[in-house]
């Protein structure tokens, strides 16, 4: 029977107050970089350098903190990386993190980021331990064009594995994400339309950010989102589809028979940070507010100090409350961020 305390509790009063940053934007969107390691070196992400200094914390110490900020009303976490395969103890990751639930007793909307190489023998135990859909990273859908961005030979074969696989085990849906770079993969644009329409894929282009290790990004390598519209156009009559959600950062279109799902990713031409709903935890449990910022706010200094779950929560939400306003690509005086894209989590 329900007491007086319980109807207490569930009054709005009694709920901890939801993250919001100073710009008035909620925060419900956390990605959480389970380790910087990549068995890939894609062209525009990393310099293909060995010898980098990896940071992983152990696994319930993400675990912890996610619960921490599911208590401060993130309703979706992102597993991302470097490679999140890699990462030994996922699948006990995303069991405990699939039993979560928000401050609106839902399930928590549970994602994951992948280059697909080991996906085939991994879909269905992430399925199994409670993961329900998967985005994987394909820039080509030719096999040496592939090779020679993720510079790692026979990777087609295996990410194009893992892609099917993922569908038998019933992840749905299954996205692929393609980054675009003038001069290595433009011509892409058609032949992804077909396989998105072939494979019941969603198929979702993304402009090129300048986050890359090596310096290969200009105004100019960045693909846009016009082009791209244009390109699809080309191969078939296209039509805008409704957004699914407010701070949904893709638009969404189908081809005129409404067979195939095409989104693009525009945050270069046009960028979505007035919507922006997302903070991202780094491997090594720093906080970023912005692919863009300058610095990390170190939460698992917090945790190695001895602080409590309360401590952490008042960290957080201090650190969130500063999110940057907006990022600066391509305006006069911008900064690259302090760290790049395989050592923040994509
Ligand atoms: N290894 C996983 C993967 O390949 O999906 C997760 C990490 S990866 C850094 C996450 C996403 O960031 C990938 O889709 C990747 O293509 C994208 N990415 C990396 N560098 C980028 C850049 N400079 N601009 C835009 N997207 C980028």
Not at 338 to 344: G, K, L, P, W, Y
């Amino acid at each position: 029977m329900a007491t007086v305390l319980d109807s207490i509790r569930n009054t709005d009063a009694a709920r901890p107050e939801r993250l919001r940053d100073k710009h008035g934007r909620a925060i419900t969107d956390l990605r959480i970089s389970v380790t910087d390691r990549c068995n890939y070196k894609c062209v525009y992400c990393r310099t293909g350098n060995e010898g980098a200094v990896y940071a992983e914390l152990p696994i319930e110490d993400y675990l912890r903190i996610a619960r921490v900020f599911v208590g401060l009303g993130i309703e979706k976490i992102r597993l991302t990386g470097g490679e999140p395969l890699l990462r030994k103890g996922l699948a006990d990751l995303v069991r405990e993190l699939s039993q979560l639930r928000t401050l609106d007793s839902t399930p928590l909307d549970l994602a994951l980021t992948t280059n697909g190489h080991l996906l085939e023998e991994l879909a269905e135990p992430l399925r199994d331990a409670g993961l329900s859909r998967i985005t994987v990273s394909m820039d080509a859908v030719v096999a040496d064009k592939f090779a020679r961005i993720t510079r790692v030979p026979g990777s087609y074969e295996r990410v194009i594995k893992g892609v099917r696989a993922a569908k038998a085990a019933g992840l749905a849906p299954v996205k692929v994400n393609c980054v675009l770079l003038r001069g290595f993969n433009e011509d892409q644009i058609v032949p992804f339309a077909q396989f998105s329409r072939e494979e019941g894929v969603i198929v979702r282009f993304i402009e090129f950010m300048p986050l890359e290790e090596d310096r290969l990004w200009t105004p100019e390598s960045v693909v846009s989102l016009t082009e791209i519209v244009k390109a699809l156009g080309s191969f078939r009559p296209i039509e805008r589809m409704a957004p699914n959600t407010a701070s949904e950062t893709a638009v969404r279109y189908t081809f005129d028979d409404g067979v195939g799902e095409i989104g693009i990713i525009a945050p270069v031409t046009q960028a979505f940070c007035g919507h922006c709903s997302r903070v991202r935890l780094t491997s090594d449990g720093k906080i970023r507010t912005c692919l863009f910022s300058q610095s990390d706010h170190d939460l698992y200094g917090v945790m190695q100090r001895g602080g409590t779950d309360e401590e952490m929560a008042r960290f957080i939400r201090s650190t969130v409350e500063q999110k940057e306003a907006r990022h600066h690509i391509g305006e006069p005086g911008f900064l690259k961020p302090s760290r790049s894209m395989v050592h923040i989590g994509g």
